[in-house]
């Protein structure tokens, strides 16, 4: 079993900035695949990125390209997501996903896929 832990969540103003930890815990050598989601009030889970344990290549949503960043720290085992020029539509429980198979860069928005889950942490940005 491998536990997921999302911690860094929190109240910010548009134009902000927080970062996300996801702490992998249990036998976290079975992560292959990494990514955050994001659940909106009302709204469906959604994929906002994703990275690989060994190569550490990200993939973005269109959403987020160019505000977020994914990254990684093997020795932790832990997944970052720093987050610039926030915006209220942002604003989401964001969870963290782990998966034990390789998952193409291409499918990684796929949720289905995903092993294990956090419990999710909220982030609400302010207009």
């Known amino acids: 079993q491998v536990q997921l832990v999302e911690s860094g969540g929190g109240l910010v103003q548009a134009g902000g900035s927080l970062r996300l930890s996801c702490a992998a815990s249990g036998r976290a050598f079975n992560v292959y695949t990494m990514a955050w989601f994001r659940q909106a009030p009302g709204k469906e889970r959604e994929f906002v990125g994703s990275i690989t344990w060994s190569s550490g290549i990200p993939r973005y949503a269109d959403s987020v390209k160019g505000r977020f960043t994914i990254s990684r720290d093997n020795a932790k085992n832990t997944v970052y997501l720093q987050m610039n020029s926030l915006k209220p539509e942002d604003t989401a429980v964001y969870y963290c996903?782990?998966?034990?198979?390789?998952?193409?860069?291409?499918?990684?928005?796929?949720?289905?896929?995903?092993?294990?889950w956090g419990q999710g942490t909220m982030v609400t940005v302010s207009s």
């Open positions: 996903a782990g998966s034990t198979q390789y998952i193409a860069p291409s499918n990684s928005g796929f949720r289905y896929l995903y092993d294990y």
